[in-house]
């Protein structure tokens, strides 16, 4: 009775220190930060109706395809991604999907000026400028409707806003700076698998170089994120996708600008990297439960079996 009695008061104790201490102390250590929805309120509306025809032009005449592919539709810049990680720091991602991937007026503000879409004007000014230039006008009489023409362009090249899959959003949006191990992402792109080691090493090699220029642009290499889903919740990863100066503050990573559901599937594939085999585990914690149940069961009877015998 007594023993009960003590291990009732442990249970409690040790219930509560991980209901509320738990959480406090966490919620000391870490600001709370709450989602803004993706609204991207800071960044001015979208005041004109986009032409996605006369985008296209635009699209040409600005200059994105001197830094960006655009493989969708066969457009390549003719620079390897090493070399544009040598010229740029990153290797630009390629715009197939960006329509999809992210907000329209984030895209909008990003064209117009970069660092300040990003929200890393404090890294850059008129002598360290911001590696992608800003659009200064193609031409046209309003710089605004030509931007807001090659949004629609570039919405109108895209896949569905809700078909952008985990690997898309990833790849566009985080991978031009994280590696990530478990699934052979590197910042040159996937590792293909190689015949000759000769290969392998030299694509390694390659990697450590573009890495370096990741380092020298952002001051520190951006970690790989293979297990960062195990130390970090979903809701710090979204707010912090959302708006990464609110967690840390003066950080060089950007924000991206993707919509609510490209962050629901960057957060996807960091899960699927990070726990493989979830699904497998599901599987096999039933069978350990029905197990269990025919155990006890077979104990049970078992026990009586004995106790039976003696007395
Ligand atoms: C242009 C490069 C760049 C891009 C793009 C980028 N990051 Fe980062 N990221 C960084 C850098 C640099 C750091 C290190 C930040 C620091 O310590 O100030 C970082 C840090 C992080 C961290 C660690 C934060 C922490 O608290 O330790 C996470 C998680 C992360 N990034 C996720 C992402 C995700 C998800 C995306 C895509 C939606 C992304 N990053 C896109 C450069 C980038
Ligand atoms: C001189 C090269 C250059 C040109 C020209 C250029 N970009 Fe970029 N762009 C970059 C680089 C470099 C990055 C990555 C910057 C970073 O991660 O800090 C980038 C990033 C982007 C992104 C990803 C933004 C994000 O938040 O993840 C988009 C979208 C984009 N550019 C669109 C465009 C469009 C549209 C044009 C034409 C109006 C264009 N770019 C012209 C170099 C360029």
Same mark, same amino acid.
């Given at each position: ?11 409690? %104790?040790? &219930?509560?220190?991980?209901? !509320? ?7 000391? =250590? ?15 509306? !979208? ?11 635009? %699209? ?157 642009? =952002?001051?520190? &290499? ?14 710090? !990863? ?14 060089? =990573? ?39 149940? %025919? ?5 049970? !009877? ?10």
């Amino acid at each position: 009775m007594k023993e009960l009695f003590i291990l009732a008061v442990v249970t409690f %104790f040790s &219930l509560l220190t991980y209901w !509320l201490v738990e959480p406090f102390a966490h919620g000391q =250590m870490h600001a709370h930060v709450d989602s803004k929805s993706f609204a991207y309120a800071d960044l001015p509306a !979208l005041t004109k109706q986009g032409d996605a025809t006369r985008g296209a032009d635009t %699209f040409m005449a600005g200059g994105c395809i001197g830094c960006h592919n655009v493989k969708a539709l066969g457009m390549e810049t003719g620079m390897s991604a090493k070399d544009a990680a040598a010229a740029y720091g990153v290797n630009p991602p390629d715009l197939s999907n960006a329509g999809a991937i992210y907000d329209a007026k984030f895209l909008a503000d990003l064209i117009k000026n970069p660092a300040h879409a990003m929200s890393v004007e404090h890294k850059f000014d008129d002598m360290h400028p911001h590696p992608m230039p800003a659009f200064y006008g193609a031409g046209g009489e309003d710089i605004d409707q030509e931007i807001a023409d090659m949004v629609a362009y570039m919405q109108s090249i895209a896949v569905k806003a809700e078909e952008v899959t985990p690997k898309m959003a990833f790849e566009d949006a985080c991978g031009r700076c994280h590696a990530v191990r478990y699934t052979k992402w590197t910042q040159l792109g996937e590792m293909p698998n190689f015949k000759y080691k000769k290969d392998e090493l030299r694509f390694q090699a390659d990697v450590l170089d573009a890495q370096d220029a990741v380092k020298a642009y =952002m001051g520190k &290499l951006p970690p790989d994120l293979s297990m960062y889903i195990r130390s970090r919740n979903e809701h710090f !990863l979204s707010t912090f996708i959302e708006d990464p100066q609110s967690h840390l503050h003066g950080t060089a =990573m950007p924000r991206v600008g993707v919509t609510a559901h490209a962050s629901e599937q960057v957060i996807e594939y960091m899960k699927m990297a990070g726990d493989p085999l979830a699904a497998d585990r599901d599987e096999i914690g039933k069978n350990v439960m029905i197990y269990m149940i %025919f155990f006890v069961l077979f104990a049970y !009877l078992w026990k009586r079996q004995i106790w039976k015998d003696l007395h």
